[in-house]
């Protein structure tokens, strides 16, 4: 099984070398002065980035930058037709995860979780620790802890189905941790199933993310064309705010139309991370 833990302190740091990128980049710092701000030597410094991504620091941060993320999302329109023709859920994607999304029914909504038992725990990931919260029927939330409050995601995790019985229970998330996250895969995992409660218009949008190919991204007027309305681009944008599981639905692979990265709800340096750690992916499958 993979080390988690590990790879959650090397994500600490990598998000740490991120954020003092972000405020000194036109400094453009060497790999000495990188390393001393992750409190490391640049031979323990390379070596974590082995670990965590398996290149370079350097070619890392070249996959953070606004001029790739412009390269992302080129052809992002014919990337999508190309998925929605072949009715693939993502073509190229190193984890296959068979990803199946079922919404709760608009009697299930109107009850807002009643009846319904959600167990959750904390757990360890390659992009920091994360709450899991699972259902008789799948994944119902995915959220990664911020400055180390864990109460934040429990108190959203109690907003989002407010009438439900919700209890602590590490155990019953754990077993999903490798299907998440566990790259790559020497054979297809089972299907993961995810329960998501939104309206009607919101998992139109989060169905429409699940289509977006690993290494790639499109742009928010992509995702609303493809969901027959292309005047929607700010709807889309708060549909895509509200995703529950965000990673395995990936929000974090769309971006606004000039290459901004744009707001994310785990951070904007989480999300550079994960689009950076994926383009490596990518690029050592393709």
């Not at 001393?36 to 070249?62: C, D, M, N, T």
């Not at 009438?163 to 566990?182: M, T, V, W």
């Amino acid at each position: 099984m993979t080390d988690y833990q590990n790879l959650c302190r090397d994500y600490a740091r990598v998000e740490a070398t991120i954020r003092f990128l972000e405020t000194r980049h036109q400094d453009q710092p060497g790999l000495a002065d990188i390393a001393a701000a992750a409190g490391l030597s640049e031979y323990h410094f390379q070596k974590l980035f082995s670990r965590w991504v398996g290149i370079s620091p350097k070619r890392f941060l070249q996959f953070l930058t606004k001029e790739h993320a412009k390269k992302l999302i080129e052809g992002s329109g014919t990337v999508l037709d190309t998925t929605y023709d072949s009715g693939l859920s993502s073509p190229g994607r190193l984890h296959d995860l068979f990803v199946t999304c079922e919404a709760v029914t608009p009697g299930e909504y109107k009850k807002r979780g009643a009846g319904l038992d959600i167990r959750y725990g904390f757990h360890a990931s390659p992009f920091g620790e994360c709450l899991l919260a699972v259902t008789d029927r799948g994944l119902c939330a995915l959220t990664f802890v911020q400055d180390g409050n864990r109460r934040r995601p429990v108190t959203d995790l109690e907003r989002q189905w407010p009438q439900a019985r919700i209890r602590q229970d590490p155990a019953a998330s754990a077993g999903l941790l490798d299907s998440i996250f566990g790259f790559p895969h020497d054979h297809p995992p089972a299907p993961l199933y995810l329960f998501v409660k939104g309206t009607n218009f919101q998992i139109k949008v989060w169905e429409a993310l699940l289509k977006i190919p690993l290494g790639r991204a499109v742009t928010y007027e992509d995702i609303a064309r493809h969901i027959g309305m292309p005047n929607a681009q700010r709807a889309v944008g708060n549909a895509v705010g509200r995703n529950p599981i965000p990673f395995l639905i990936p929000c974090h692979r769309v971006l606004r139309k000039m290459g901004a990265f744009g707001y994310y709800g785990g951070g904007p340096s989480r999300k550079k991370a994960m689009l950076g750690w994926e383009s490596t992916l990518a690029r050592n499958v393709g």
